[in-house]
């Protein structure tokens, strides 16, 4: 239950629900009067995808008790923006409109995320309200620090929708990955040809990040190998930064004796120039054409299944434009993976490079699809079917 309040970070709550609503979540809105000159009730109602709930006197509403009935709905209630003056109300126990009614009536946490100019949040009675809030057990989420909209430099910006998804998230978590420990590889590798040119290829890390994002969420221990990408970290996850194939076959040998699950995400070139050339290689005159000479890189993945001490549970992807079952089980077996995750790379909006992708699952006798969702859905499911086949294969 998203309450919204009067205040100019209202127009945060649109982007918040969308993300809510991404990574399944059900999200319902109630808007107090002043909120809704912020922003309208038609955009959260387009967005949530329900209507809106904004007044105490709906005959309609009430003839069910209709408060009553949204305050037992909710998991957890959200006050976002929560200004000073909603703030003050709920501290009071008011219930002048339908939104502290709700927070009256509901019997779910609820999470205050305070927002509002930075002296009214430093006044003495607003953290006294704050102060009270937290002894009665309400979450206090954020606010900011920063640039606001009056000009003002300091506390009092709504937290980013972003970081209020990965608190909800944190909040529901049940940490039952808590013990187990995974390390993921993600990202292209760069093979260096000369000091300022390389090969590489077109993965984003965000179908590796989002696998690692989803175990930390659950609790797991994370060692993510990534290779030269811009991603942030994702939260509680230890990141090993690398460039090329040869590095990441290091750090994952390394690494994969410490850990009981190996994930093999990475889109690792196959092949690495047979020299590095000391400098710039220059253009020639009357010479329209060079010549690269390659050799295979390390197969990092077999390596890993090769270990007689230690082997972690063991998943491989398979980046496929045609015969995708063949070739994915013929993978399987070759490699001795435990699990292979195939994604027809030749589809437009999903695999290299896309917010989105859809795996086929193979393992010796089974599989499974995973129909086409955003990738951070995709590492949610996956890290599902990763514990139920290692917990099956114990
Ligand atoms: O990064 P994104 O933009 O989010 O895109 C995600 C992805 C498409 C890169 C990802 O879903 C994916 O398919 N990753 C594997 C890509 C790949 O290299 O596939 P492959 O079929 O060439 O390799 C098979 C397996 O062997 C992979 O697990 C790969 O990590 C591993 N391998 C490959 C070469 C090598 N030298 N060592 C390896 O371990």
């Given amino acids: 239950m998203l309450g919204i309040g009067g205040g ?3 127009y945060k709550c649109a982007d918040l629900t969308r993300r809510l609503i991404e990574r399944g979540a059900e999200v319902k809105v109630v808007m107090t009067e002043a909120a809704k000159k912020f922003i309208t009730p038609l955009t959260m109602q ?3 995808r329900h209507p809106v709930f904004d007044s105490l006197l709906d005959p309609t509403a009430e003839a069910s008790m209709g408060h009553i009935k949204i305050a037992k709905w909710a998991d957890l209630m959200l006050l976002a923006p929560a200004t000073a003056d909603l703030i003050a109300r709920v501290t009071a126990g008011m219930g002048n409109d339908l939104l502290t009614s709700v927070s009256l009536a509901t019997g779910a946490p609820i999470a205050v995320v305070p ?4 002296q009214m949040y430093h ?3 607003t953290q006294e309200n704050l102060a009270t809030l937290t002894r009665r057990g309400h979450l206090i989420w954020g606010p900011a620090s920063g640039e606001q909209v009056c000009g003002d430099i300091g506390l009092g910006r709504m937290l980013e929708p972003l970081k209020l998804v990965a608190l909800i998230e944190e909040h529901f978590s049940d940490n039952d990955l808590d013990g187990m420990s995974f390390l993921i590889t993600a990202g292209p590798t760069r093979e260096a040809i000369d000091p300022i040119r390389y090969l590489t290829n077109k993965s984003s890390g965000k179908m590796g990040y989002a696998i690692a994002d989803a175990a930390a969420k659950r609790g797991a221990k994370v060692t993510l190998v990534s290779g030269p990408i811009q991603l942030a970290t994702p939260t509680n996850v230890e990141r090993i930064n690398v460039q090329s194939a040869e590095d990441m076959h290091n750090e994952v040998q390394r690494h994969a004796g410490q850990h009981q699950i190996f994930v093999a995400c990475a889109a690792v070139s196959d092949f690495t120039p047979v020299q590095v050339a000391d400098h710039k290689i220059k253009k020639k005159t009357g010479c329209d054409k060079i010549t ?3 050799v295979k890189t390390k197969d990092i993945i077999a ?4 270990m007689t001490n230690n082997r972690p549970f063991t998943i491989g992807f398979a980046a496929e434009t045609q015969d995708i079952e ?3 089980r013929s993978k399987l077996t070759k490699k001795n993976l435990d699990l292979i995750c195939a994604n027809d790379v030749s589809r437009k909006n999903q695999g290299f490079n896309s917010d989105q992708n859809a795996l086929h699952l193979y393992w010796a006798n089974g599989d499974k699809l995973l129909p086409l969702a955003s990738k951070i859905d995709i590492g949610h499911q996956l890290v599902s079917e990763i514990v139920t086949l290692f917990n099956k294969n114990k």
Avoid at 115 to 118: D, E, G, P
């Fill in 292 to 294: 690269l000479s390659l």
């Fill in 123 to 125: 006044a003495t009675v």
């Fill in 326 to 328: 063949q070739y994915a």
């Fill in 8 to 10: 100019i970070a209202a």
């Fill in 46 to 48: 387009a967005i949530s």
């Fill in 303 to 306: 390596s890993v299944t090769a």
């Fill in 115 to 118: 927002a509002m100019n930075q």
